[in-house]
Antibody, heavy 121, light 107 residues
Framework: QLVESGGGVVKPGGSLRLSCAAS????????MSWVRQAPGKGLEWVAR??????????DYAAPVKGRFTISRDDSTNTVYLQMNSLKSEDTAMYYC??????????????WGQGTLVTVSS | DIQMTQSPSSLSASVGDRVTITCRAS??????LNWYQQKPGKAPKLLIY???SLQSGVPSRFSGSKSGTDFTLTISSLQPEDFATYYC?????????FGQGTKLEIK
C-alpha cells in the first residue's frame, strides 16, 4: 500500500515536499517513482529512484530536472519528492508508484491514491 | 525520448462489443509495454504487462498483443465496469512515457 501526503496550494516559485509512505512489501528493495496528471490530461512520469542495493540512482523527466529531487528513507519506508521553483504547469495530481521488476518485465504497480498540488498566485 | 502514439483518443461502444486500442512506439521497445485502466478520480490500475501478460485479478476478457512496434489492447466483450480511460506505457528506458490515453464511453 502507498499513501501520499504533502500536497496543497503554493505560489509560483514556491516549494513543496511530497511524501509517500509504503507498507506491505520490502520497501528497501523497491524502485520507486512519481507520476503526475494535470487536470483533465494524461499521465506523465516525473522521477524514479532505484533501491540502494541497485545503486540508488535517480532519474528525472526533462520538465522537472534541476527543480525536483526524489529521495528515500528506507528506515521509515518513505519516498519523497522535493519540488522547488514551482510553476503553474506543475499543477497536477501526483501519484507515488512502485516500479516493479520481474525477470525481464517491469511495470508501475501498485499506485497510491494521489496528492493534489496546485500552483497558483 | 520514445514517443507512444495511442489511438483512438476516444471510442464509443456498447456492452458486449469487442474493442481494440492501439499503441505505436517510435522505436523498438521489445515487449516493454504495459496497459493501465483509469476511472475518474482514481489511480491507474495495471491491466497488462510485458505486452501480453495479464495482471493477477484482471478479467480474461482483457488481452494484449504485439506486432513489431505496434501494440494492441483488446477487450473481448465490454462490461459496464470497463468504461474508463486506458493508457499504454513503455518501460524500455527513461523517460518512461505514456500514450495520450483512450477514453472508452458508452454508446
Amino acid at each position: 500500500q502507498l499513501v501520499e501526503s504533502g500536497g496543497g496550494v503554493v505560489k509560483p516559485g514556491g516549494s513543496l515536499r511530497l511524501s509517500c509512505a509504503a507498507s506491505g512489501f520490502t520497501f528497501s528493495k523497491a524502485w520507486m517513482s512519481w507520476v503526475r496528471q494535470a487536470p483533465g490530461k494524461g499521465l506523465e512520469w516525473v522521477a524514479r529512484i532505484k533501491s540502494k542495493g541497485d545503486g540508488g540512482k535517480t532519474d528525472y523527466a526533462a520538465p522537472v530536472k534541476g527543480r525536483f529531487t526524489i529521495s528515500r528513507d528506507d528506515s521509515t519506508n518513505t519516498v519523497y519528492l522535493q519540488m522547488n521553483s514551482l510553476k503553474s504547469e506543475d499543477t497536477a495530481m501526483y501519484y507515488c508508484t512502485t516500479f516493479t521488476i520481474f525477470g525481464v518485465s517491469d511495470w508501475f504497480d501498485p499506485w497510491g491514491q494521489g496528492t493534489l498540488v496546485t500552483v497558483s498566485s | 525520448d520514445i514517443q507512444m502514439t495511442q489511438s483512438p483518443s476516444s471510442l464509443s461502444a456498447s456492452v458486449g462489443d469487442r474493442v481494440t486500442i492501439t499503441c505505436r512506439a517510435s522505436q523498438s521497445i521489445s515487449s516493454y509495454l504495459n496497459w493501465y485502466q483509469q476511472k475518474p478520480g482514481k489511480a491507474p490500475k495495471l491491466l497488462i504487462y510485458a505486452a501480453s501478460s495479464l495482471q493477477s485479478g484482471v478479467p480474461s476478457r482483457f488481452s494484449g498483443s504485439k506486432s513489431g512496434t505496434d501494440f494492441t489492447l483488446t477487450i473481448s466483450s465490454l462490461q459496464p465496469e470497463d468504461f474508463a480511460t486506458y493508457y499504454c506505457q513503455q518501460s524500455y528506458n527513461t523517460p518512461y512515457t505514456f500514450g495520450q490515453g483512450t477514453k472508452l464511453e458508452i454508446k
